[in-house]
């Protein structure tokens, strides 16, 4: 892999931003992909490096996208019609190329998908505990407050404004632990609500968990919304010094998330009009065709000048129902 696909690759990891590697595993001649050639594609159909032509790249770009819903990779076989049924098996997407040209190609396309995010409010032993806790584990970790010290932590980011979840990434599918201490658990956990996070969790006693929901109930918010607070946040592991109490809450979001109870951020793919090249079938993104003629009011795309040639040579040849 080139260096600047795998600077790419950890700048857009650091950020918590999705894309896709795409890897030549197999080619036969004459494709332009070669083993190890490796390419880098982001959601709005960029793509950094090199896999192969004119041909394949559309294929893997559009096939590569399709992993980010599930999160599964696979193998793609990019070869000529006749061959299709020979390399097809479980795993592996098969799909048709037929640009003058004898060749093929086999690519691994894998998703990358954010880590899960952990944003933590407050400033206090549980929190620089939980985000560095976090960090290790994999996750994502961001420090919402006015100060702290998590944020010196490799990993570990801090937003210098207790409230702005925003800044701090926040998504539907993030985790908002409130861990104020009684500073301003109130305003906290009303931006917490607010902010959509799959998890909101209050570390306080029952007690004061009740107090703050009781405060936040009497100011009229939501029933709905109150019921989804974890409070006291964290599996019940005893009573613990304050500090082991990030213990407790890792051990949560990590069983909400095996449990899958925590969604997985995933990315809608682009809205991306595509239509089939009448003479090789193969798929045209409108947007990126370089190749179309008019033919009885309609308009027609194709993969190549060659293909563009063919049609223009006989379109009936094309458009017929048998063809």
């Known amino acids: 892999m080139k260096p600047e696909v795998l600077a790419l690759a950890a700048e857009l990891s650091a950020r918590g931003e999705p894309f896709v590697l795409a890897t030549v595993v197999w080619r036969r ?16 159909r960029a ?16 096939e590569g996208l399709r992993t980010l819903d599930d999160g599964e990779p696979k193998l793609l076989f990019l070869g000529t019609p006749e061959e299709l049924e ?5 795993g592996v997407v098969t799909v ?41 584990l994999g996750w994502r970790a961001t420090v919402v407050d006015d100060g702290g010290s998590a944020g010196d932590h490799p990993g570990v980011t801090t937003v210098v404004d207790r409230l702005d979840l925003y800044a701090a990434g926040v998504t539907s599918a993030s985790c908002v632990v409130v861990a104020t201490q ?19 969790g209050l570390v306080a006693s029952d007690r004061r968990a009740e ?9 009229g918010a939501d029933a709905e919304a109150l019921a989804r607070v974890h409070a006291p946040a964290g599996l019940d592991l005893g009573h613990l010094p304050t500090q082991d109490i990030a213990v407790a809450i890792m051990a949560e979001l990590v069983q909400l998330r095996a ?25 045209v993104a409108v947007a990126d065709a370089h190749f179309q003629t008019a033919h009885e009011g309609r308009t027609y795309y194709f993969c190549s000048a060659g293909c563009l040639a063919s ?5 009936a040849r094309y458009l017929t129902p048998a063809s």
Not at 86 to 90: D, V
């Open 47 to 62: 793509i950094h490096g090199w896999i192969g032509g004119a041909c394949a790249e559309p294929t893997v770009i559009r």
């Open 211 to 219: 107090s703050v929901l009781g405060y936040l109930r009497d100011r």
């Open 182 to 200: 009684g500073h301003y658990d109130e305003t906290a956990l009303e931006a917490a609500l607010a902010s959509g996070a799959a998890y909101v």
């Open 259 to 283: 449990a899958g109870a925590l969604p997985v951020a995933t990315v809608a793919e682009p809205v991306v009009h595509e239509e089939i090249d009448p003479v090789c079938h193969m798929t």
């Open 29 to 44: 001649a004459p494709s332009s992909g070669q083993p190890g050639a490796t390419a880098l594609i982001t959601p709005d």
């Open 311 to 315: 049609f223009q040579e006989d379109p």
């Open 86 to 90: 020979g390399h097809a098996r479980e």
């Open 96 to 136: 048709p190329i037929a640009c003058q040209s004898e060749g093929a190609l086999e690519v691994y396309v894998e998703p990358v998908l954010p880590a899960p995010l952990v944003i933590v409010i407050g400033r206090s032993p549980v929190v620089d505990a939980l985000a560095k806790m976090a960090v290790a």
